[in-house]
């Protein structure tokens, strides 16, 4: 090969022959960044704007599509909220599931990191397999359980109470918290263990002192996960609760701002807003914690 061939070669940049992207372009960083960027962030934002530009309009904006635009409000308005808030049992009804949801997602996670924590570091015959029938359990639709469910829940007494979702929200929170657990001790090294043992640390000492702390961003994602379902939960709520003051957002919205063929939009989308705001702070304030368990526990 002439040397003359060897020149018309095109020349490649360090960055290029390494493969890292050049990001200094500016067509090229609109194209591959900031429009898949501008994509996703319209996809998930748009369903919240929809929601907040619907509570605030009047009827009649509402209701007239041919000479008002649907993406935009003319004459805001504060009486679809102030209907939510002030004549609905809206306040009572974000009561009940904040008291529902906090109270099932602690009763899960103690249940859940015990349950971990046995299969994972005890080591007994089959544990492998109890993990596994636990998953299995998680993924029982609770279209099939509700049934039995409630058969069970009106011989205990508990029928159209707040204490029966605190009670069977386990059912389905207790599986899955436990197999996002069990992964998560699995990446704590086991000599910080047995070096507290050495030391004279019993087991539960060892799990209280050693092993929570270094997963404490495990048991706030897998709290944070149990604490939505709850919030968000709506056949069991449907099912077991009949007193219209004693629902849980998502099925009082829904069966409380429906009368007949008449839906309240403008009430249901500020229901539902207001609704999502709770969740929303909770991620807010734990997203590191939250990163932090999808990326991995201590390492060696």
């Given at each position: 090969m002439t040397d003359q061939t060897l020149s018309q070669r095109p020349h490649l940049t360090d960055k290029e022959s390494t493969g890292v992207i050049d990001w200094s372009s500016g067509p090229r960083r609109f194209i591959m960044l900031y429009l898949p960027l501008s994509i996703f962030v319209f996809i998930l934002l748009f369903p919240f704007y929809w929601m907040a530009i619907t509570a605030i309009k009047p009827n009649a904006e509402l209701l007239d599509y041919k000479n008002n635009n649907p993406f935009w409000v003319k004459s805001p308005t504060l009486e679809n909220i102030n209907k939510l808030l002030f004549h609905t049992d809206y306040p009572q009804w974000l009561w009940t599931t904040m008291m529902v949801a906090v109270v099932a997602t602690a009763l899960s996670l103690f249940a859940s990191v015990l349950a971990a924590y046995a299969i994972q570091r005890l080591k007994f015959r089959g544990s492998q397999y109890v993990g596994l029938a636990i998953y299995l359990a998680y993924l029982v639709p609770p279209s099939i359980l509700f049934i039995p469910m409630a058969t069970l829940i009106f011989q205990l007494g508990l029928f159209n109470s707040p204490m029966s979702l605190i009670l069977t929200y386990p059912t389905f929170l207790i599986p899955f918290c436990t197999w996002l657990l069990i992964g998560y001790f699995k990446s704590i090294p086991y000599e910080l263990e047995e070096c507290a043992m050495i030391d004279g640390a019993t087991r539960l000492q060892t799990l209280w002192?050693?092993?929570?702390?270094?997963?404490?961003?495990?048991?706030?994602?897998?709290?944070?996960?149990?604490?939505?379902?709850?919030?968000?939960?709506?056949?069991?709520?449907?099912?077991?609760?009949?007193?219209?003051?004693?629902?849980?957002?998502?099925?009082?919205?829904?069966?409380?701002?429906?009368?007949?063929?008449v839906y309240h939009w403008g009430s249901l989308m500020a229901g539902a807003l207001l609704g999502s705001i709770p969740v929303a702070i909770l991620y807010s304030f734990f997203v590191d914690y939250y990163v932090a368990s999808l990326t991995g526990a201590v390492k060696e």
């Open positions: 002192k050693i092993t929570l702390p270094l997963a404490m961003p495990g048991l706030i994602s897998a709290g944070i996960f149990a604490f939505t379902l709850s919030w968000n939960e709506f056949i069991y709520a449907l099912a077991f609760i009949q007193s219209a003051e004693k629902k849980t957002v998502p099925v009082a919205v829904l069966t409380q701002l429906v009368e007949g063929d």
